[in-house]
């Protein structure tokens, strides 16, 4: 779970109980080179509801952007251009389509 709030990402520290992952990191770091500050700290869930964005990462969801949480809209009802950003550079990422993050990948030769 990340949520933007006046452009800083806050997701929970890994001692909340989430699942710890590569995606997860993955994200913080590509975060970081987006120059997007990143805050490790528990989250109630009332701040979820007044988040301008949230999403949600892992190695099925891959990143997830969310635009309602209990019938309530997140931001503005539609995916924010952070979301959306992270969301294309981790897709680029993975798929071996960006050239910007060759720490990312590991070659498998056939």
Known sequence: LFLIKDGIAIT???????LVGIT??????????????VVERSI????????????????????TPVVEIDRRTVGNGEVG???????????????GKSPDYPEFLTEIKK
Request: aromatic letters at 8%.
């Open 44 to 63: 109630d869930r009332s701040e979820i509801y007044s988040a301008d964005e949230v999403f949600l990462v892992g190695t099925g969801a891959e990143v």
């Open 12 to 18: 929970p520290p890994e001692s909340d109980d989430i």
């Open 81 to 95: 251009e952070i979301s959306s950003q992270v969301k294309k550079a981790y897709l680029e990422l993975v798929h």
């Open 24 to 37: 997860r990191d993955t994200i913080i770091k590509l975060l970081g080179k987006f120059s997007i500050k």
